[in-house]
């Protein structure tokens, strides 16, 4: 990806971390969540993060990044409405090189 902008003028409470290009071109809005391993990521915020991401950016991709799992609520509201899921096993692969199919 190119142009990213982290959110350090934004107010501390948007919904998203990152926005950014991909290399062709794409618009690509990143929420980032570090959550203890035993708190899954609920539907709610999933739901905040899509209003964001495609209401307020009209992003090509929406990337939810999570270092733990997600509720079965909020893998299905991701898959419904298109938001790539990015969860910790995912994650691991994605640091150690793994290309990530939606930024291809």
Do not use: N
Request: proline content about 8%; hydrophobic content about 45%.
């Amino acid at each position: 990806m190119v142009r990213a902008r982290a959110p350090e003028s934004w107010p501390p409470s948007t919904p998203w971390d990152v926005t950014a290009r991909a290399a062709d071109g794409r618009s690509v809005v990143a929420q980032c969540k570090s959550f203890a391993p035993y708190r899954p990521v609920w539907s709610g915020e999933l739901q905040k993060f899509l209003g964001a991401s495609h209401v307020q950016h009209t992003a090509d991709v929406a990337l939810f990044v999570a270092t733990t799992s997600l509720t079965p609520d909020a893998r299905a509201i991701a898959e419904t409405y298109g938001v790539t899921l990015v969860d910790r096993a995912h994650l691991e692969k994605w640091s150690a090189g793994v290309p990530l199919s939606a930024l291809q």
